[in-house]
C-alpha cells in the first residue's frame, strides 16, 4: 500500500514536472508582473503535519499543489507519534493580480500514522479520544483552503487557513508557506 501511494504522488509529480524546463521570458515593453506557473515551497502547519513541501502549478485561474510532510511528536516518557502526509490540493486564484491573490480550494491529504505509547493513554492534544487507537493506520482528510498568495517575480508567500475533515472531526490550522517560483 505504501508502495502504491508512493508511486501515485511520483506520478503526479512528474506529470506536472515537464514545464519546469521550459523558458519564461518576459516581455520587456510590458512592466505587467510575469505569473510564473510553477511554484516549489516549504509551508508550516497546513494540510500536512507541522512541516511540509509542495509544488504547485498554476494552470489558468486555478492551482494544482501536491505535497509531503512530516511529523513527529516524542514526549520521552510515555508517547510517540509519526506522521507522513500527502496534500493534493486545487485552488481557484482568480481573485486579484499576478501579485496579489486570494486563493480558495479545496482536496484530500492522504496520511500514515504510526503510534505508540508505553502506558495507558488518557488525553493527547488533537487527538479524539475514541480514535487514539495504537498502532499504524492510513487514512484520508477532506481538506478546505482559504488565504492569501503573495508572487512577485520568484518570490512567492503564502497566509491563510485551512479545515481539515476526518470523518466526524474537523481540525483547523493556520498556514504559513515562503517558496520560489519559475
Known amino acids: 500500500m ?7 504522488i511520483l506520478g503526479v509529480v ?30 508550516g502547519l497546513g494540510p500536512a503535519p507541522f512541516v511540509s513541501v509542495n509544488y ?7 492551482s494544482i499543489r501536491v505535497g509531503a510532510g512530516w511529523a513527529k511528536i516524542t514526549d520521552f516518557v510515555l508517547f510517540s507519534y509519526n506522521m507522513i502526509s500527502a496534500p493534493i490540493v486545487v485552488n481557484y486564484l482568480g481573485l486579484g493580480n499576478n ?24 488525553f493527547i492534544p488533537f487527538i479524539p479520544k475514541r480514535q487514539m487507537t495504537l498502532g499504524s ?3 484520508l482528510a477532506g481538506v478546505v483552503v482559504i488565504g ?11 497566509v491563510g487557513g485551512d479545515l481539515s475533515i476526518l470523518k466526524t472531526d474537523v481540525l483547523m490550522t493556520p498556514h504559513l508557506s515562503v517558496g520560489v517560483s519559475f
Request: glycine share 8%; no cysteine.
Open 56 to 62: 504547485d502549478r498554476k494552470v489558468g485561474d486555478f
Open 148 to 158: 492569501y498568495r503573495f508572487q512577485a517575480d520568484m518570490l512567492n508567500f503564502r
Open 137 to 139: 493506520h492510513f487514512g
Open 14 to 43: 512528474a506529470l506536472f514536472a515537464q514545464p519546469l524546463f521550459a523558458d519564461h521570458h518576459e516581455d520587456q515593453g510590458n512592466k505587467k508582473p510575469v505569473m510564473r506557473k510553477n511554484t516549489l515551497y516549504i509551508e
Open 99 to 122: 501579485t496579489h491573490m486570494f486563493e480558495v480550494g479545496g482536496g484530500f491529504s492522504l496520511f500514515y500514522v504510526h503510534m505508540e505509547a508505553s502506558s495507558t493513554l488518557t
Open 2 to 8: 505504501k508502495k502504491n501511494v508512493l508511486l501515485f
